[in-house]
């Protein structure tokens, strides 16, 4: 029976074959990464990237050709100080040094030209790729954004950039030469010494080659963990200063350095893994190829002794094994860092497959607001399958009309406007403007269609100016201007000695809550949008300053369909209607003094309010 089978299994050949699984996984995921790789080094648009990658080939053949020659150079210049020189060689000791160091000169020369030539590819391919990724964060659902952490995002982005910066650099001009040069040499040593030079410089290297991939292989696994705590740490770092005022309000800065410690704490101990391991690497490559080196020069000394060879091929041996040891040193590190590279550009690209929740249909169309008529039909929405928010919500808000939903902290107020912006599909029912339902049109014209303003404004670490200026691209100093006066905000700016150049600080830290939201609503008001979404959009201001604001957002609404969330009452009272939600369920509709006289769950709200406003 199969199930005596999975009971009756090794474990160890169960353990063995879970790791045969990963490897795989990880060949298959680098495989798929080279491929993601491959059109920005030879994209079919783009005749000069690839007139570039030749060029800077080209360069690297002849730079190998070069480097292989210079040794015999070399040569021929000790034997002709030794006498045993070809006698009819016209460049004597003098010029074949001269020629030496130009060969060197050379070498040197045609790989920096082939870096120069290269570096424009590369450049162009991490910038591409960089705003490849960055747009597609952007297209990726609130859903996917409140559940991932944002220093998490922004490491991902930032390794697997610099992994693609390393794998065109290494991948093409180091293991790739690093084989044609030990071609190169391999042949040479057959052809002016005897294949026993060949047998053991290949021995030597397969060792060597083994022995790297073997060891690095380890640490790979040690990198990834050393890679996993420093994400972690980096992220409640980030946590920790994205909530600084929590953190003083609870006086719980011991508490975060404690957390944070901890977690550097793993890193330092995964850290030191990687370290040690390095260690045992260094040394088991230099004592494999001081091994091979020795071997070989043994037999090159012997030679000599013999009179089989010329002191001038002693030197070229070793110049040829020195040759070989240079670039084999690095193979470890280079072969680690692309693993890793990998790796990272693995992550990255998996980012990039993340498919986007809300996508525009193919045949979507603009928005055409005629009115701006808003309508949910039958709505029904849950963040979680298993726990719905709205239940079956029919409203609407009819052009130019302001409609103020309200209800308990939890009834579905603030999901109608994640709805309404598209934020989040419906699952049953429509949410329709004009009668056009929002997931038949394009998202960027439902979303020039509606202004919002968040309960909570966050604002970008810029001036005033910019922040304002945000709602409207290209906006002139003198609209940022009657913007911020209509949000009763322009007096105070002035005030400030470096004006609308004031920076705002991370989040808006420098200024007040009332201030935030007020530079908020400018913001809004700038973007003079058909409808308005005002999501407790006064809830941080004093009384005095409200009373502006809300005769300044009356006189912007006029001609416009607002919608207000609101949780005080009082705010709200003048609306053309009132629709209450009640767990998910709209209860009540109806005018302000309406619904008072039905004595329902909105003037229940209403008095609770007023007796906790008079306590």
């Not at 009834?411 to 038949?440: C, H, M, P, W």
């Not at 609306?575 to 369920?585: I, M, N, W």
Request: one cysteine or more; glycine letters at 8%; aromatic letters at 8%.
């Amino acid at each position: 029976m199969p199930a005596d089978i999975t009971t009756n299994q090794n474990p160890g050949e169960a353990k063995g074959q879970a790791a045969d699984t990963t490897a795989a996984r990880e060949r298959a995921s680098g495989a798929r990464t080279l491929r993601r790789v491959a059109p920005y080094l030879w994209p079919a648009d783009k005749l000069w990237v690839k007139q570039r990658v030749v060029l800077a080939l080209l360069a690297l053949l002849a730079s190998k050709v070069v480097s292989v020659g210079t040794p015999i150079l070399y040569k021929y210049a000790v034997d002709s100080l030794s006498g045993q020189g070809v006698p009819d060689l016209a460049l004597g000791a003098v010029g074949l040094t001269v020629a030496y160091g130009m060969a060197r000169l050379m070498g040197v020369g045609f790989q920096q030209l082939r870096d120069v030539v290269f570096a424009k590819v590369g450049q162009r391919a991490l910038r591409t790729l960089a705003l490849e990724t960055f747009q597609h964060i952007h297209e990726l659902s609130m859903r996917y954004h409140i559940t991932r952490k944002t220093g998490g995002l922004s490491r991902i982005i930032e390794r697997g950039v610099k992994g693609v910066d390393f794998l065109l650099r290494f991948l093409l001009f180091s293991i790739g030469p690093l084989i044609i040069e030990l071609l190169m040499i391999a042949v040479l040593l057959m052809v002016l010494f005897d294949v026993s030079y060949t047998a053991i410089v290949c021995a030597t290297i397969v060792l060597y080659g083994w022995f790297t991939f073997a060891v690095t292989e380890w640490r790979v696994k040690l990198r990834k963990v050393m890679n996993d705590q420093d994400t972690d740490a980096n992220q409640k770092a980030i946590d920790s200063l994205l909530n600084f005022e929590t953190v003083k309000y609870f006086g719980a800065e011991a508490r975060e350095a404690a957390r944070y410690d901890s977690a550097m704490r793993q890193y330092e101990a995964a850290a030191l893994k990687t370290s040690y391991s390095l260690a045992f690497l260094n040394f088991g490559q230099s004592f494999l190829i001081t091994a091979g080196l020795v071997i070989v020069m043994v037999m090159a000394a012997i030679g000599v002794q013999q009179e089989v060879l010329t002191v001038g091929d002693f030197v070229m041996v070793n110049a040829y094994m020195i040759q070989i040891t240079m670039p084999l040193n690095f193979l470890g590190t280079v072969y680690r860092e692309i693993r890793q590279a990998l790796v990272d550009m693995g992550e990255m690209f998996d980012l990039l497959d993340q498919p986007s929740e809300i996508k525009d249909k193919p045949d979507a169309r603009a928005l055409d607001v005629r009115g701006g008529q808003v309508a949910l039909e039958g709505v029904h929405f849950g963040y979680d399958p298993e726990r719905t928010i709205l239940k079956g919500v029919t409203l609407t808000a009819e052009p130019g009309q302001t409609v103020a939903i309200v209800g308990s902290t939890g009834s579905g107020k603030s999901t109608i406007g994640r709805l309404l912006f598209r934020f989040y599909d419906v699952n049953e029912g429509a949410l329709k403007i004009d009668g056009q339902d929002v997931r038949d049109v394009t998202q960027d014209s439902l979303h020039a269609a509606i202004g919002v303003v968040p309960q909570d404004t966050v604002l970008f670490n810029d001036t005033i100016r910019y922040n304002i200026g945000y709602g409207l691209a290209g906006a002139t100093q003198a609209q940022i201007e009657d913007a911020a006066r209509a949000a009763q905000i322009h007096d105070f700016i002035a005030t400030l000695p470096d004006g609308y150049d004031t920076t705002v600080g991370e989040r808006g830290l420098k200024l007040s809550g009332g201030e935030k939201q007020r530079v908020g609503i400018a913001r809004t008001l700038l973007k003079n949008p058909p409808i308005l979404l005002l999501d407790e959009a006064t809830s941080a201001l004093d009384t005095e300053t409200e009373t502006e604001i809300k005769d300044a957002l009356a006189a912007a609404g006029e001609g416009r369909t607002v919608l207000t969330i609101a949780h005080r009452l009082s705010t709200i009272a003048q609306s053309d209607k009132l629709v209450v939600l009640e767990a998910g369920q709209s209860v009540e509709q109806g005018t302000h003094e309406v619904l008072l006289a039905k004595d329902g769950r909105y003037a229940d709200l209403w008095r609770r309010q007023h007796i906790e406003e008079d306590a």
